[in-house]
């Protein structure tokens, strides 16, 4: 028996204790089709805008179908926001990036990675989680999200508002973060 053992226990699950209680929690949302206008997202179950997950996933999914359809994509996206229409250097990082950085919000559903050239499983599924810090500026509506993406080290982050008076939640941040570069894809990578 190593004299670290005992300790090792201890802090092992007092870890997990701290996590636990810091408010750590993890969603998951799946999406069967991806929208392809603002009456379709109207129409998905996750197109209440409810709970700030799902507005989250839509947000992704919107993004994704920017190469196909990108007067579309801007419409839903600005749907999402409550009125906040994309201006200035956000869209135009949209309209420059929608297109030749599609991978980086690929990356953003389950199974989509670089090995397997950003392809994601069906059906369309959107990992994400809140961490301690997810709900400091919940007293303004605010709520910041982590979305986990398989092309980069690190999750990618959206934060979401929500309207007092009919408890939405809208896309309030995150766009440049989302369409940030991903890891090559293998079938591109010269050095695969």
Not at 6 to 31: D, E, H, P, R
Not at 36 to 64: F, H, R
Not at 105 to 118: D, L, Q, R, S
């Amino acid at each position: 028996m190593s004299i670290f053992d005992s300790i090792k226990s201890k802090a092992g699950t007092a870890i997990n204790k701290a996590v636990t209680a810091a408010g750590n929690k993890n969603y998951t949302v799946v999406l069967n089709t991806l929208p392809m206008s603002v009456e379709e997202l109207k129409a998905m179950p996750q197109g209440s805008l409810k709970n700030p997950e799902d507005t989250a996933a839509l947000v992704i999914a919107a993004l994704a179908v920017y190469p196909a359809a990108p007067d579309a994509s801007i419409a839903m996206i600005n749907y999402m926001r409550n009125g906040r229409d994309l201006i200035g250097s956000d869209l135009q990082f949209v309209k420059e990036r929608g297109v030749s950085h599609n991978n980086a919000v690929i990356a953003c559903f389950k199974g989509a990675t670089p090995e397997n050239n950003y392809t994601p499983t069906e059906p369309a599924t959107i990992e994400m989680m809140e961490n301690a810090y997810s709900r400091e500026q919940i007293k303004d509506g605010i709520l910041t999200l982590y979305v986990k993406c398989n092309g980069a080290d690190s999750h990618r982050v959206i934060t979401l508002r929500q309207k007092a008076s009919t408890g939405e939640w809208f896309f309030w941040s995150g766009i440049m973060g989302l369409l940030s570069q991903v890891k090559t894809p293998k079938a591109a990578d010269p050095w695969a």
